[in-house]
């Protein structure tokens, strides 16, 4: 007598049914806590205020220690000079008004301010 040939297809069919069932269920699960932490409910993190740590979107223009590349070197620049132009931005350049608020743009300077 043979095997039949669809058996273990069948097998691999329902595995992935049961599997696709049970990480429903657990996003499910998970769906309020990420709601309550996209309307700022969640735990707020240090990182969110510290300036090492938001300077990481500043190096795709100014490298990734920060002495420049399509941007300028930010070394040795003036931290209400920073501020302003995170929050104001700079016309007919990649830096658009609003790019961070006024508390990362201040941990930014701050950060920015101990670079050598």
């Known amino acids: 007598m043979k095997n039949n040939p669809v058996v273990p297809y069948i097998l691999i069919l329902a595995f992935g049914i049961g599997l696709i069932f049970f990480m429903s269920l657990t996003g499910a699960e998970n769906k309020k806590e990420i709601a309550a932490e996209k309307e700022g409910g969640g735990e707020k993190t240090e990182a969110t205020d510290d300036g090492a740590a938001l300077v990481q979107s500043c190096i795709g ?22 501020v302003d132009v995170l929050t104001n931005g700079i016309p007919g350049s990649p830096m658009t008004p609003g790019m961070k608020n006024e508390a990362e743009a201040k941990a930014i300077a701050e950060y920015i301010s101990t670079l050598k």
């Open 61 to 82: 223009c100014h490298a990734a220690d920060l002495t420049g590349g399509m941007g300028p070197n930010l070394h040795g620049k003036d931290e209400a000079r920073i």
